[in-house]
Nanobody, 120 residues
Framework: QVQLVESGGGLVRPGDSLTLSCAAS????IGWFRQVPGTEREFVGA??????KIKNSDTLRGRFTASRDRTKAYLQMSDLRPEDTGVYYC???????????????????WGPGTQVTVST
């Protein structure tokens, strides 16, 4: 088990950048998901335990990138748009060193989520 808490959410303007973080040692593979109002929860990005393998959602046109160091995982977001507004979640699982998961059911632990609001 791992306790996850997302940090870094808040109110930003369209076009801004923002980085979310989630404290998790490299015992855990980390995925990022979001819930945009009116849509189903969707995959955003994931990073392996090693930090060497990264998978980002193709639907975000390269604007969001997952990464990590030894103690924290990150979601780097750029060119934010109002339609990016929603709750962002960090999720964790114990897996092989360079594996990544893209499905919600791949993960065993979830943070409470952090709100990201993009508005003028």
């Amino acid at each position: 088990q791992v306790q996850l808490v997302e940090s870094g959410g808040g109110l930003v303007r369209p076009g801004d950048s923002l980085t979310l973080s989630c404290a998790a040692s490299n015992d855990w593979q980390i995925g990022w998901f979001r819930q945009v109002p009116g849509t189903e929860r969707e995959f955003v990005g994931a990073v392996s335990r090693s930090g060497r393998k990264i998978k980002n959602s193709d639907t975000l046109r390269g604007r969001f990138t997952a990464s990590r160091d030894r103690t924290k995982a990150y979601l780097q977001m750029s060119d934010l748009r109002p339609e990016d507004t929603g709750v962002y979640y960090c999720a964790a699982r114990f897996e092989r060193w360079d594996s990544v998961g893209v499905a919600q059911t791949d993960y065993t632990s979830w943070g409470p989520g952090t709100q990201v609001t993009v508005s003028t």
